[in-house]
């Protein structure tokens, strides 16, 4: 290659204003990581500003979390709020099989 490939790692682009322009817009992150349209949206960013040769998908590690049956919440001071914490193997065992809907 001519050049070793560019990407970036961002924090949820909070630094970009057209992404806080949007959150303000949108103020439930989970609309936000959850809503096809929006991910896309806030995924193409940080290209449309810097041109990277990459794009990282935008999403949270706790998106799958409904499909297994556990409920949360994000707040945007505390962060996310489980409304039953797993803390034993036999909470484990009780969640739901993974269902791909929701």
């Not at 990459?54 to 945007?76: K, R, W, Y």
């Not at 065992?93 to 791909?100: E, I, N, S, V």
Request: with cysteine; charged share 30%; glycine share 4%.
């Amino acid at each position: 290659v001519d050049r070793a490939p560019c990407w970036m790692m961002r924090q949820a682009g909070r630094y970009q204003k057209s992404y806080r322009d949007l959150a303000k817009k949108y103020p439930d992150f989970r609309m936000r990581s959850e809503t096809t349209e929006l991910i896309v949206e806030i995924s193409l960013q940080p290209y449309e500003s810097f041109k990277p040769d990459g794009v990282i998908l935008f999403s949270d590690i706790l998106t799958p979390l409904p499909a297994l049956g556990v409920q949360f919440e994000i707040d945007d001071i505390k962060g996310p709020i489980l409304e039953n914490t797993i803390r034993s193997i036999d909470q484990v065992k009780q969640l739901t099989p993974m269902d791909y809907s929701k």
